[in-house]
């Protein structure tokens, strides 16, 4: 399948890009990696792509204060690699390394995969479990989104359809992993949990147990109350609506989700 | 129409596309270079791997239009004048290859892979190939053979 056709354009700047957005239907393109399947499926049939992937001032990592800040477009490989993130934030590239395969990371970038906000998507379990800072920029110029408000929905963010992410913004953590289980190598995650030790709290995140990322507040309450990592994952299921489809049953989610929380705080 | 200008296999070309056509299509069917192959056509199987600029790309997952500026090599471009490509030596060496319609994704990724890493562990090689599929059950051979033109400096 090829998609349907549209018109390009390509943004010289964020600015731009934002001026471009006002057209009919228009839609971002970064990478590609999560919105070209969905265009040659025809899931999607935006009048016009605006092709943000040359905005290569938006492709760093650097510390900000108490904070790192990502620049949307920096790509999953950079990800992997980064110096800052490996010693501040290893949590982001331990997910980064299990989206997809290397040449999907040489082209996905953490703002599309984000604002893609595929409900099985990695990075932004890691994002909400951090609580990151998601800033975006529009007409009106620029605003900052907390994590816990960007995952409106399957594939639904806060974004208003003139607004692109350019930066997420994430706290240094003590320490942090991404645990992963899909059916094959290269698959969407099937169940994927966050889990990390900020400021001597424990936050844990849950891909694939709900319509968006989930938080398993349950589990940081007890670990908060000084339960074992056993007792506490035990609370994994709650608040959570896990999908039955063709890689696992809700069920067989259900007690996954369980085990690999266990497990992540054993690693914590 | 959209206008290109692009290098493959250190050629330079200047093309009209229409922004819909895939990096694949447009290397297969307006330049003619039709070793690289089209699998899955969902941007699973990695018989379609290129590299830009250097890194491994899946080419029908890819928009001809997103290449523009920058340097393509396919299967094509890898073999000098003085021969196979190394690792294109050791597919052929180590018998990496049945059908061999794979064949030209995963000497790609392998490429992509030993630029990255020269001396790579064999789990290291397994997991960078994770995006490459193989029916005919040859990833034993195709470990190996990676392994090798690693050992001879590919």
């Given at each position: 399948?090829?998609?349907?056709?549209?018109?390009?354009?390509?943004?010289?700047?964020?600015?731009?890009?934002?001026?471009?957005?006002?057209?009919?239907?228009?839609?971002?393109?970064?990478?590609?990696?999560?919105?070209?399947?969905?265009?040659?499926?025809?899931?999607?049939?935006?009048?016009?792509?605006?092709?943000?992937?040359?905005?290569?001032?938006?492709?760093?990592?650097?510390?900000?204060?108490?904070?790192?800040?990502?620049?949307?477009?920096?790509?999953?490989?950079?990800?992997?690699?980064?110096?800052?993130?490996?010693?501040?934030?290893?949590?982001?590239p331990h997910a980064a390394a299990h989206i997809g395969d290397p040449q999907v990371r040489h082209r996905g970038t953490i703002g599309g995969s984000v604002a893609h906000a595929?409900?099985?998507?990695?990075?932004?379990?890691?994002?909400?479990?951090?609580?990151?800072?998601?800033?975006?920029?529009?007409?009106?110029?620029?605003?900052?989104?907390?994590?816990?408000?960007?995952?409106?929905?399957?594939?639904?963010?806060?974004?208003?359809?003139?607004?692109?992410?350019?930066?997420?913004?994430?706290?240094?953590?003590?320490?942090?992993?991404?645990?992963?289980?899909?059916?094959?190598?290269?698959?969407?995650?099937?169940?994927?949990?966050?889990?990390?030790?900020?400021?001597?709290?424990?936050?844990?995140?849950?891909?694939?147990?709900?319509?968006?990322?989930?938080?398993?507040?349950?589990?940081?309450?007890?670990?908060?109350?000084?339960?074992?990592?056993?007792?506490?994952?035990?609370?994994?299921?709650?608040?959570?609506?896990?999908?039955?489809?063709?890689s696992a049953s809700s069920e067989y989610r259900a007690h996954l989700a369980g085990v690999l929380v266990r497990r992540a705080l054993e690693q914590l | 129409m959209t206008r290109?200008?692009?290098?493959?296999?250190?050629?330079?070309?200047?093309?009209?596309?229409?922004?819909?056509?895939?990096?694949?299509?447009?290397?297969?069917?307006?330049?003619?270079?039709?070793?690289?192959?089209?699998?899955?056509?969902?941007?699973?199987?990695?018989?379609?791997?290129?590299?830009?600029?250097?890194?491994?790309?899946?080419?029908?997952?890819?928009?001809?239009?997103?290449?523009?500026?920058?340097?393509?090599?396919?299967?094509?471009?890898?073999?000098?004048?003085?021969?196979?490509?190394?690792?294109?030596?050791?597919?052929?060496?180590?018998?990496?290859?049945?059908?061999?319609?794979?064949?030209?994704?995963?000497?790609?990724?392998?490429?992509?892979?030993?630029?990255?890493?020269?001396?790579?562990?064999?789990?290291?090689?397994?997991?960078?190939?994770?995006?490459?599929?193989?029916?005919?059950?040859?990833?034993?051979?195709?470990?190996?053979?990676?392994?090798?033109?690693?050992?001879?400096?590919?």
């Amino acid at each position: 399948m090829i998609p349907a056709p549209f018109e390009y354009e390509r943004a010289g700047s964020v600015d731009h890009a934002v001026e471009l957005l006002a057209g009919d239907d228009a839609k971002l393109l970064a990478g590609g990696q999560s919105l070209i399947p969905v265009l040659r499926l025809r899931f999607a049939r935006p009048a016009t792509l605006v092709d943000v992937g040359r905005l290569d001032d938006l492709r760093y990592v650097r510390e900000d204060g108490d904070r790192i800040a990502i620049g949307a477009l920096t790509r999953h490989a950079e990800l992997v690699r980064d110096p800052v993130l490996a010693r501040h934030c290893a949590v982001i590239p331990h997910a980064a390394a299990h989206i997809g395969d290397p040449q999907v990371r040489h082209r996905g970038t953490i703002g599309g995969s984000v604002a893609h906000a595929d409900p099985a998507g990695d990075l932004g379990t890691v994002l909400l479990t951090l609580d990151a800072e998601l800033v975006a920029r529009g007409p009106g110029g620029e605003r900052t989104i907390p994590a816990s408000e960007f995952f409106t929905g399957p594939f639904q963010t806060a974004l208003a359809s003139q607004e692109m992410l350019t930066e997420i913004r994430v706290p240094a953590v003590e320490a942090g992993t991404y645990l992963k289980l899909a059916r094959r190598s290269a698959d969407w995650a099937t169940v994927g949990v966050a889990a990390a030790r900020v400021d001597g709290r424990v936050q844990v995140g849950l891909t694939s147990m709900g319509m968006t990322p989930l938080r398993a507040r349950g589990v940081e309450e007890s670990l908060a109350g000084g339960a074992s990592a056993a007792d506490a994952a035990a609370r994994t299921g709650e608040g959570t609506d896990p999908p039955g489809d063709v890689s696992a049953s809700s069920e067989y989610r259900a007690h996954l989700a369980g085990v690999l929380v266990r497990r992540a705080l054993e690693q914590l | 129409m959209t206008r290109i200008s692009l290098t493959v296999n250190g050629e330079s070309h200047e093309a009209e596309v229409e922004p819909r056509t895939l990096l694949v299509y447009f290397l297969r069917e307006q330049l003619g270079l039709k070793g690289t192959n089209v699998g899955c056509d969902t941007s699973s199987c990695g018989a379609c791997t290129v590299l830009v600029d250097g890194e491994s790309v899946k080419s029908c997952n890819q928009l001809a239009v997103q290449a523009d500026g920058c340097e393509v090599t396919t299967i094509e471009g890898l073999a000098g004048g003085g021969g196979l490509h190394p690792v294109q030596q050791a597919f052929h060496e180590k018998h990496a290859l049945q059908c061999g319609y794979c064949t030209p994704g995963f000497v790609m990724a392998s490429v992509s892979l030993l630029t990255e890493n020269p001396n790579p562990s064999e789990e290291e090689i397994r997991q960078a190939l994770e995006g490459n599929l193989c029916r005919c059950t040859g990833y034993h051979n195709i470990v190996e053979a990676v392994q090798a033109a690693a050992r001879a400096g590919a």
